[in-house]
T-cell receptor, first 113, second 117 residues
């Protein structure tokens, strides 16, 4: 079946630290991969996406590269800010069923000033 | 412009009662989705509408759950005979229609927090 596994939180970092949130997936065929973010008190929103192998998605200083050989889509940012504090969800859309998004369990990130 | 809206924002009900949750998608978005976010299960897909029809209902957890959409716009998710395990945040999303394998971003509403006592 299709599934997403991401590192458990919470993750607490100091401002300007380097961030990595690991994400691996299981899927048949060629899924599209996403990172969604949920800021405190706000709705879920798309952060970045990649639709084929070796694609790199990027937005707001965050990056993730679609690695088919390791079935991974790790989220990285070189220098985090307090405003990046949120819950981050790794997700995929199966090739065979583009209507649904399958989410990981989410990782809560807290950044200390 | 207006985003996806959901009502009510919070709903507290007693076990065994029926509830209706409403979703207003972004204008022009013919695809509509329901998800559930709960502590034990994370974020789960429930159902997908294209227009007024639901080609994918695979995520509905039991026959107590149903959803409809009229006029290709507003959707209602109904939970009959609510149970405590139904307590969760119910999220609605909308997007432009799926066509030719092209993927469109799903825009999420703020959710309805349902608490079953």
């Amino acid at each position: 079946g299709n599934s997403v596994t991401q590192m458990e939180g919470p993750v607490t970092l100091s401002e300007e630290a380097f961030l990595t949130i690991n994400c691996t997936y299981t899927a048949t065929g060629y899924p599209s991969l996403f990172w969604y973010v949920q800021y405190p008190g706000e709705g879920l929103q798309l952060l970045l996406k990649a639709t084929k192998a070796d694609d790199k998605g990027s937005n707001k200083g965050f990056e993730a590269t679609y690695r088919k050989e390791t079935t991974s889509f790790h989220l990285e940012k070189g220098s985090v800010q307090v405003s990046d504090s949120a819950v981050y969800f790794c997700a995929l859309t199966p090739y065979s069923s583009a209507s649904k998004i399958i989410f990981g369990s989410g990782t809560r990130l807290s950044i200390r000033p | 412009g207006a985003g996806v809206s959901q009502s009510p924002s919070n709903k507290v009900t007693e076990k065994g009662k029926d509830v209706e949750l409403r979703c207003d998608p972004i204008s022009g978005h013919t695809a509509l989705y329901w998800y559930r976010q709960s502590l034990g299960q994370g974020l789960e897909f429930l159902i997908y509408f294209q227009g007024n029809s639901a080609p994918d209902k695979s995520g509905l957890p039991s026959d107590r759950f149903s959803a409809e959409r009229t006029g290709g716009s507003v959707s209602t998710l109904t939970i009959q005979r609510t149970q405590q395990e139904d307590s969760a945040v119910y999220l609605c999303a909308s997007s432009y229609p799926l066509a030719g394998g092209q993927l469109h971003e799903q825009f999420f509403g703020p959710g309805t927090r349902l608490t079953v006592l």
